[in-house]
């Protein structure tokens, strides 16, 4: 057995895709190869972001901290526009240490190139998924993503377990440990802003979400040089189970592609920007007033990519169902309820699948 295989639970042996990548190979193993539909159609040859077309919005948080009331109603607006229309935007300016996001990245990206008998480890299992993991699903003979990635979590308290999470690079905990206070703070932010937007009181979502007990995990994505990225994909069409997703992409290397009607947007991040999306939960609690939206990751084979994804969720273990306040006999519950659990064992299951999951919880009205 290589060092780049073992079980534990996984339905079949794991390879890890940065071994099949520094392996040289030229063509892909059959079962990263994606039906024709599901392929990228163009992929940047360069890797490098291009100017043209269409970027999803970029709002200023600065206004915020202004004093300036003006100011503060011309964000609040931005972001309201931005979940109705897009689902997903950038924002700068949001309070969180620059150095600290770059910090992060690179010790993460450490993290990844260590040698991978260290890295084997963290290897995790489908039981929480906590650690180093190859494949999101449990279906055997399933069409595999082109990533790597590490997962691990901070909220709530009782499940953050410092020791899955590596301990090299030095001070890597502290890293890790500081960006996540950071980030839930400026996602606490945006709560209050979306329940402003919903004509809620501030705390509202806060307060649906669980109050203090809500969760909040990170998913850091590695995907390795591909020699055949228009063949696949390093992260197939999903929306985000989650409350929302705050996302840290790589700064140098684009990737991430959103769906705009029958369009894929290459998102193209400001310096120092965090990429915000709606996920599911809160398709559910607004009662789709914001909508959760398809995204994808596509690869290259000139360089690697990292992005940290921080979910920021819902107590897991409170029935969530479309708030009461934006339910009228004029506008029904569009849902049915169900834990955030039970909710994500489908894409442990299933893996990534577009929006089928949360499109099967509509009621039948
Ligand atoms: C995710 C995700 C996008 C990216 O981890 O859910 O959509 O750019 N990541 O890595
Ligand atoms: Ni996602």
């Known amino acids: 057995m290589t060092t780049s295989i073992i079980h534990q639970d996984w339905p079949e042996p794991i390879v890890r895709v940065q071994s099949l990548s520094d392996s040289g190979l030229c063509h892909i193993p059959d079962r990263y190869v994606k039906p024709p539909s599901d392929r990228p159609l163009d992929i940047p040859r360069a890797a490098a972001f291009s100017d043209s077309s269409a970027n999803i919005p970029l709002i200023d948080f600065g206004g915020l901290s202004s004093g300036d009331e003006g100011k503060r109603a011309e964000v609040t607006r931005q972001v309201s526009d ?70 691990l979590h901070y909220l709530p308290s009782s499940l953050k377990d410092c020791r899955k999470w590596p301990s090299v690079p030095d001070s890597c905990w502290e890293v890790i440990d500081e960006y996540g206070k950071q980030v839930v703070g400026l996602a606490g932010r945006i709560m209050r802003i979306l329940s402003i937007n919903l004509g809620l009181c501030e ?11 809500i969760g909040a995990c990170l998913r850091v994505n590695f995907y390795p040089r591909c020699p055949q990225p228009d063949l696949t994909l390093g992260l197939s069409s999903h929306s985000d189970p989650g409350g929302m997703t705050l996302l840290l992409p790589d700064s140098n290397v684009p990737g991430l592609q959103v769906r705009r009607g029958d369009d894929w947007i290459t998102v193209k991040p400001a310096p120092h ?93």
């Open 82 to 151: 931005a979940c109705r229309d897009w689902g997903f935007f950038q924002v700068v300016n949001h309070g969180v240490s620059p150095e600290l996001m770059d910090r992060a990245r690179e010790v993460w990206r450490e993290f990844f190139h260590l040698p991978m008998e260290l890295k084997q480890d963290y290897a995790n299992s489908p039981k929480t998924y906590e650690g180093y993991g190859s494949r999101l699903g449990v279906e055997k003979g399933a069409v595999l993503d082109w990533s790597d990635y590490y997962f």
């Open 203 to 213: 705390e509202s979502l806060q307060e649906a979400f669980g109050g203090d007990d």
């Open 273 to 365: 920007a965090f990429i915000i999306n709606i996920g599911d939960q809160i398709q559910v609690l607004s009662n789709a007033t914001y909508k959760s939206v398809e995204h994808r990751v596509i690869v290259n084979s000139s360089n690697e990519r990292v992005s940290l994804a921080f979910f920021y969720n819902p107590r897991s273990d409170i029935p969530i169902a479309p708030m009461e306040e934006l339910i009228s006999p004029g506008s029904p519950a569009l849902y049915t309820p169900m834990t955030f659990d039970e909710y994500r064992r489908f894409i442990r299951l299933r893996g990534p699948k577009g929006k089928s999951q949360v499109e099967s919880l509509q009621s039948s009205r």
